[in-house]
């Protein structure tokens, strides 16, 4: 089964406009964490913004921030204010119990923003 | 601080050669792991290693596959014989496990094409 979704293949956003990128998990360990990279044109994997399972608050990392509901088993990455350099693939990750440390990835999200 | 480097970034070889791959994880981080994105397809967890140790192989799609993480620094992934689904990037990434939250810090790939 799929630990991790993304529905959306590619998207384009306006330039200064937010953007949601869908996530949905699925995991019946009560330990987990939801992670997002952004992979641009170069290839490098960078490291977005993390939430955690127990954790109260939605994430948030400047421009960056995951809308979590846990009861959707949902963790939805939101940009703000798109940039030009916002264009790359964006990939949601999933590890789960406290043990185990390899990452599930979803397929990924091509975000395009236009000028 | 650098980053996790891998070596060489791109590589280019003949079904049934030998291939070895190199990364070189952020230092002080005990903890390194090995992806793969085959195209088309997710990326995918292959091992993981605590200093010289593997913790987790369980991604390794077959014995031609050969990780070695000799005095707990650097690693190599070695492919032999090369087949041609090996082709795909393989990613490292390294992280040091702390207080509950492990962010994996991935390198650029090295990108594998078997002919």
């Known amino acids: 089964a799929q630990k991790i979704t993304q529905t959306q293949p590619g998207m384009f956003v306006q330039e200064k406009e937010a953007v949601t990128l869908d996530c949905t998990y699925d995991?019946?360990?009560?330990?987990?964490?939801l992670f997002w990279y952004k992979q641009p044109s170069s290839g490098e994997m960078i490291f977005l913004i993390y939430q955690g399972s127990y954790d109260q608050q939605n994430a948030t990392e400047g421009r960056y921030s995951l809308n979590f509901q846990k009861a959707r088993k949902s963790a939805n990455l939101v940009i703000s204010a798109s940039q030009l350099g916002d264009s790359a693939m964006y990939f949601c990750?999933?590890?789960?119990?406290?043990?185990?440390?390899?990452?599930?990835f979803g397929a990924g999200t091509t975000v395009t923003v236009r000028a | 601080e650098a980053g996790v480097t891998q070596f060489p970034s791109h590589s280019v070889i003949e079904k049934g050669q030998t291939v070895t791959l190199r990364c070189d994880p952020i230092s002080g981080h005990d903890n390194l792991y090995w992806y793969r994105r085959v195209m088309g397809k997710e990326i995918k967890f292959l091992l993981h290693?605590?200093?010289?140790?593997?913790?987790?192989e369980s991604g390794m799609p077959n014995n031609r596959f050969l990780a070695e993480r000799t005095g707990g620094t650097y690693s190599t992934l070695k492919v032999q014989p090369a087949e041609l689904e090996d082709s795909g990037v393989y990613f490292c990434?390294?992280?040091?496990?702390?207080?509950?939250?492990?962010?994996?810090?991935f390198g650029p790939g090295t990108r594998l094409l078997v002919l």
């Open positions: 995991t019946s360990d009560p330990s987990y964490g």
């Open positions: 990750a999933m590890r789960e119990g406290s043990n185990d440390y390899k990452l599930s």
């Open positions: 990434a390294s992280s040091q496990r702390r207080a509950g939250l492990e962010t994996q810090y």
């Open positions: 290693f605590v200093k010289e140790s593997k913790q987790d």
